[in-house]
């Protein structure tokens, strides 16, 4: 039997998702070695679990190679199950993703929806196994519920109804985080993600319920590639999105506080190390040395009136300063929001920078340019900054 042109073109695509996601995996789990930023660890993760789910599918596909239509269009086929299963799961993971990203939380009705997802679409498969389509079209029901059990299995419910929210919610969230921006480069990255949701899942449903409700009017193979194989040139789009999104981009994911300057001071006030977020550049302009001994006469004096040695933030008007103490240095960073993401970075940087200049701290009166050149680079590591 020659296998139909199907099975070229689906081996073609599966081949190529295989390709791309190992990639991601491999970039981002690379990303996550060089940064120790953990929402890496948990985006490489779940591009492994992609992974795997697309080459189970993968050997079934070629296992099947001579029939393909066959395989799809016969009854209670796992793989035909998964797909939306996976789809809505990994639709829900994107929406809590952002929600935590975007609150330092996750919204409980989030959770709740995502909750009734699982259990709804366990519930969709068991009675789709034990009472297949034809048997409930067989049914002496009325009309209505006829018309409304043919819509809602027909498009894989509840994963398509659940993905829609996940567009509405997720695509919501990134315009209210690309407000709150003004890097040219973080607003592009932001816009690249909502690409990457409606490629992933918007037009991805659009395909399938379309070849659902288009199953009647066209042949067979032409209804499976609709349903099961075009969909993943959609996946594929988007996890190209991703890759630019968030691989390419040299701005950590999301990362949307306004950081202004991040400096180090030694334990005499001095001003040793100088980065400016905002104009991506390394070095101290005329006003920075005396911001920083200012900074530091108020935190002596603070720490002598209220008797502690290291206070941890400045609230002043809208602006909010994080400070890092060591043996040999204080560290600052400016920035419009605290997060837990910044309290992390801001102490990796500090300690880091203590255990790479701490040992040759000196009593400079003027500071050597040489000596902290390559501070910059912790950042990348801390931060996401390059």
């Not at 059990?149 to 994963?159: E, I, R, V, Y």
Request: hydrophobic fraction near 50%; proline fraction near 3%.
């Amino acid at each position: 039997m020659v296998p139909p042109l199907i099975s070229y073109i689906g081996s073609c695509i599966f081949f190529l998702e295989l390709v791309l996601n190992g990639f991601l995996f491999v970039k981002l789990y690379q990303r996550w070695q060089e940064t120790k930023i953990k929402v890496v660890a948990v985006l490489s993760g779940f591009y492994l679990l992609f992974l795997l789910y697309v080459t189970i599918e993968f050997f079934f596909f070629i296992l099947t190679f001579n029939d393909p239509v066959g395989f799809y269009l016969q009854e209670g086929n796992l793989i035909v199950f998964l797909f939306p299963f996976f789809g809505g799961m990994s639709a829900g993971f994107f929406m809590l993703f952002i929600d935590y990203f975007e609150n330092e939380s996750i919204y409980p009705i989030h959770g709740f929806f995502y909750g009734v997802f699982f259990g709804g679409f366990i519930l969709n498969i068991m009675f789709q196994l034990f009472y297949p389509l034809e048997q409930i079209m067989s049914l002496e029901i009325s009309p209505l519920i006829l018309l409304s059990k043919n819509f809602l299995f027909s498009t894989n419910f509840p994963a398509s109804y659940f993905i829609i929210y996940v567009v509405v919610v997720t695509l919501s969230s990134l315009r209210r985080i690309k407000g709150n921006i003004d890097d040219p480069a973080q607003k592009k990255q932001v816009s690249l993600m909502q690409l990457a949701i409606v490629f992933y899942y918007f037009l991805t449903m659009i395909v399938v319920a379309g070849g659902y409700q288009l199953a009647e009017l066209l042949d067979p193979a032409t209804v499976v590639f609709l349903r099961h194989i075009a969909p993943h040139i959609s996946v594929i789009i988007g996890g190209v999105m991703i890759f630019q999104a968030y691989v390419k981009a040299p701005i950590g994911f999301l990362q949307f506080q306004k950081l202004e300057k991040i400096m180090v001071i030694n334990r005499s006030g001095l001003l040793l190390f100088s980065y400016d977020f905002l104009l991506t550049k390394e070095g101290e302009d005329s006003q920075d040395a005396l911001f920083s001994g200012g900074v530091f006469a108020l935190i002596t004096l603070f720490s002598d009136m209220i008797k502690t040695k290291n206070i941890k933030m400045i609230h002043f008007q809208d602006k909010m300063i994080m400070l890092s103490h060591n043996e040999n240095f204080v560290t600052f960073l400016i920035v419009d929001r605290v997060t837990s993401f910044l309290w992390g970075a801001l102490a990796s940087f500090s300690n880091m920078f203590n255990l790479k200049y701490g040992l040759d701290d000196h009593e400079y009166s003027v500071v050597p340019k040489s000596v902290f050149k390559d501070a910059k680079t912790l950042l990348k590591l801390t931060f996401g900054h390059q």
